[in-house]
C-alpha cells in the first residue's frame, strides 16, 4: 500500500515555508481577505462538526466540516483521512502541501475521497476510515458501511480533494482526478 505520512509532509511543507520564506497566507482560499487567515487560529476541534456519508460510487466518500463556533477560524486545506490499522493518509489531488483553508462562523467545507474499487486485488481492506479536518486534532471514525461501502474500505492509493466550497466542486476535483 502506497499512503503518504500526514505528519511527514505537514513538517516538509513546514520546512519548506520556513527555507523559502513564503507565507503560508498565499495558500489561503481566494475569498479570505489579504493577510486574514495568518491572524486567525486552528478551529478548535470540539467547535467543528465533521461528518462523512456515501459518496454515489462504490469507492467514494463525501465528507463535509462545519463551524459551528462564533468566529472564522483555519482547518488545513487537505482533509486528513486515514484508514483503521493503516499507516498514512489520503493524497490530495492535485498534489497540493499543506495551507490554511477558512472557515468563518457557520460556514460549511466539502470534500470527496476515493479508495480502491471493491473489485481491486491490490491493497488492503479495513472496517472504517477517519476524517480530521486539520492534522492537529483526533478526528472522527466512520464504519465502512456508514460511506456505503459495506464489504471493507478497499484501500490502495487513496485520494482526497481539497476542502471546497461546494459539494458539486468537490465532486469535480475528484472526477477530474487522474489518479
Not at 486545506?77 to 490499522?85: A, L
Not at 471493491?118 to 471514525?141: C, I, W
Request: hydrophobic share 45%.
Amino acid at each position: 500500500m502506497r499512503l503518504r505520512s500526514a505528519l511527514a509532509s505537514a513538517l516538509s511543507v513546514a520546512a519548506a515555508l520556513a527555507l523559502t520564506g513564503t507565507a503560508a497566507a498565499s495558500a489561503a482560499p481566494v475569498s479570505a481577505p489579504a493577510g486574514a487567515t495568518s491572524r486567525l487560529g486552528t478551529c478548535q476541534e470540539k467547535a467543528l462538526d465533521v461528518r462523512a456519508a456515501p459518496g454515489g460510487q462504490r469507492n467514494v466518500a463525501r465528507i463535509n466540516v462545519t463551524n459551528q463556533g462564533d468566529r472564522a477560524c483555519v482547518v488545513d486545506r487537505i482533509p486528513t483521512v486515514t484508514f483503521r490499522g493503516l499507516d498514512g493518509s489520503a493524497e490530495a489531488v492535485p498534489p497540493a502541501g499543506s495551507g490554511p483553508y477558512t472557515l468563518s462562523a457557520g460556514e460549511r467545507a466539502y470534500a470527496a475521497v476515493r479508495t480502491a474499487d471493491p473489485a481491486a486485488t491490490e491493497g488492503h481492506v479495513v472496517g472504517s476510515l477517519s476524517v480530521a479536518a486539520d492534522p492537529s486534532h483526533t478526528g472522527l471514525t466512520f464504519r465502512a458501511a456508514t460511506v456505503g461501502m459495506p464489504e471493507g474500505v478497499h484501500v490502495w492509493e487513496p485520494v482526497t480533494t481539497l476542502w471546497q466550497e461546494t459539494q458539486a466542486a468537490a465532486d469535480s476535483a475528484l472526477a477530474g482526478a487522474t489518479r
